[in-house]
C-alpha cells in the first residue's frame, strides 16, 4: 500500500512562504518521480514541480520557477516543496503525487501531466491573500 501524505498548507499573505512536506510510504520501487500537483477552483489540475528519488533532476513549472524549491530527503522518504514570494494566484489545493512505472519525472511538451502520475495524497490547502 503506497501512501503520501501532505501537509504544511495554510493562510498566508502575498509575499509569505510556505513549505509544503510529503511523507511517502509503500514505494516498493528503486527508482521513481514524485512530486507536486495544484488545483484552484474552476481549474485544471497543474503539475507544479517534480524531483526523480534517485537522479535528483527537478521539473518547475513556469509560473512557480524562481519562487518554488522541491527537495528529498530519502532518508525520511519525504519531499519538500519550498515555497516562497507566495502570490494569490498560488492559492489551490496541493496535492502530492509518484509516477513509480516511469523511473523518474514525465515531462511532455513543457508539463508535468496528471495522468502519468499512479499515487495521489490528499491534498492540503494553501491560501494566499492579497
Known amino acids: 500500500q503506497v501512501q503520501l501524505v501532505e501537509s504544511g498548507g495554510g493562510l498566508v499573505q502575498a509575499g509569505d512562504s510556505l513549505r509544503l512536506s510529503c511523507v511517502a510510504s509503500?514505494?516498493?520501487?528503486?527508482?521513481?518521480?514524485i512530486g507536486w500537483f495544484r488545483q484552484a477552483p474552476g481549474k485544471e489540475r497543474e503539475g507544479v514541480s517534480c524531483?526523480?528519488?534517485?537522479?535528483?533532476?527537478?521539473y518547475y513549472s513556469d509560473s512557480v520557477k524562481g519562487r518554488f524549491t522541491i527537495s528529498i530527503d530519502n532518508a525520511k522518504n519525504t519531499v519538500y516543496l519550498q515555497m516562497n514570494d507566495l502570490k494569490p494566484e498560488d492559492t489551490a489545493v496541493y496535492y502530492c503525487?509518484?509516477?513509480?512505472?516511469?523511473?523518474?519525472?514525465?515531462?511532455?511538451?513543457?508539463?508535468?501531466?496528471?495522468?502519468?502520475?499512479?499515487?495521489w495524497g490528499k491534498g492540503t490547502l494553501v491560501n494566499v491573500s492579497s
Open positions: 503525487a509518484a509516477d513509480v512505472l516511469g523511473g523518474r519525472c514525465s515531462v511532455f511538451g513543457g508539463t508535468l501531466p496528471a495522468g502519468a502520475m499512479n499515487y
Open positions: 524531483i526523480g528519488n534517485t537522479d535528483g533532476s527537478t
Open positions: 509503500g514505494i516498493r520501487e528503486h527508482y521513481y518521480g
